[in-house]
């Protein structure tokens, strides 16, 4: 009986958020961001800081939090911050934003262009954008707590609000993690984030049921040899052609030894050796990224990829002092994992709410990661990673013409449509947040 009065009493919440309380949302965030939230994506925007530096982003960011009344905390695994609102009896659901920049000089064209130079992790002075959205993704944020919290009437729980550091170089999740984020401010019962997407239409919802983001791992291996001149080779081993011939090997792995209904990818990034045009250099070096959807392929990569290399050099004639190291970074991107049920849930209320013109189907040919993962994978926390489109119909118009093509994430030339982005990106949280936290 129990389960009954909960199913007919959260039925009974949907229905009281009518389609008209929806446009009145709609309405209300679009009155917002003229007010509010477009000044300060402005401000993010021309203001980027890089991973682990994000000082003056997360303290406006918690400031402006702190001021609609959440409670906030600074400076969680290094920059990050956490806030809470506590409203009555009810489900935790967690909302995540990264908000770290690119070291990249902007040249997107657009008038609130970043002019910021930062010294990078090894004193190199860098020019510093967004380019990737992470300012979309907090102001966002930003504006789902200005509604949340003019709502509180309609919906009971706990809502928690993240400002993640240094998505781009990779700890930044993690960190918070090994700040006990989960036992400091309790574990949530759901998980949300979304990510703003150059290649689709500005405004437009992506839901997912499957993996929106791969898992990634980094492999280096040293390519050993024996020098020699470089007109005498048969006196050495070349390790130039042997990493020559690994890098070709290892695409095998893909072609003849992934099931094909798997998906993974194994790419060679970086082919570093020699000094000069007639010295047969004694070592070659490989950088890899390596990606996946699931621990079993993962696993299946990682140890072909030794293989090869190995193999590749015994046929090669060293010497077994001389085989390649290939050494595989300790930190690592885990997949990131939509829980279909959840997923189902929230994208059945977005369409019945925003309409189903709002969302399209996934577009994803890419292995992207993430590090979303490491907040929903231990624990296990279910989660959904939904996408928000950021460029004009327009604009792909225009590339299919013959004219500019629609930049790419990370790219100096990246711009996202800013008000659709975050009025839909607001829109979609608040909406899935309704959902979770029923009441009131």
Known sequence: M???????????????????KASELADAIAADYQSHLGPLWDHFHRNPELSLMEHKTAARLAEEIRAVGFEVTEGVGGTGIVAILKNGPGPMVMMRADMDGLPVKEQSGLANASTVQMEDWDGNLVGVMHACGHDVHITSLVGTARRMAAMRDQWSGTLMLIGQPAEEKGPGAQAMMDDDIWI??????????????????????TVSEGSPYAGADTVDIAVHGIGAHGAYPHQGKDPVVIAAQIVINLQTIISRELAPRHAGVVTVGSFHAGTKHNIISDRAD?????????PQVREQFLSAIERVAIGTARTAGLPEDKMPDVVVSEFSYPPTFNDANLARRIKGVLIEKMGADALIDSAETGMGAEDF???????????????????????????????????????PLFKISAEPSVKAGVEATVLALMDLLPGG
């Open 2 to 20: 129990n389960r009954i009065f909960a199913a007919l009493f959260a039925s009974a919440v949907l229905l009281a958020f009518t389609p008209a």
């Open 373 to 411: 993962g490491f907040f929903t994978t231990e624990p296990y926390i279910p989660s959904v990673y939904f996408a928000v489109g950021g460029t004009p119909r327009e604009d792909f118009e225009r590339a299919e013409a013959g004219g500019p093509a629609v930049a790419s994430h990370h790219s």
């Open 286 to 294: 490989l950088q890899l990224t390596v990606r996946s959807l699931n």
């Open 184 to 205: 400091r401010f309790g574990k949530p019962d759901y998980a949300l984030a979304f990510h703003v997407a150059a290649d689709s239409e500005a405004g437009k919802i």
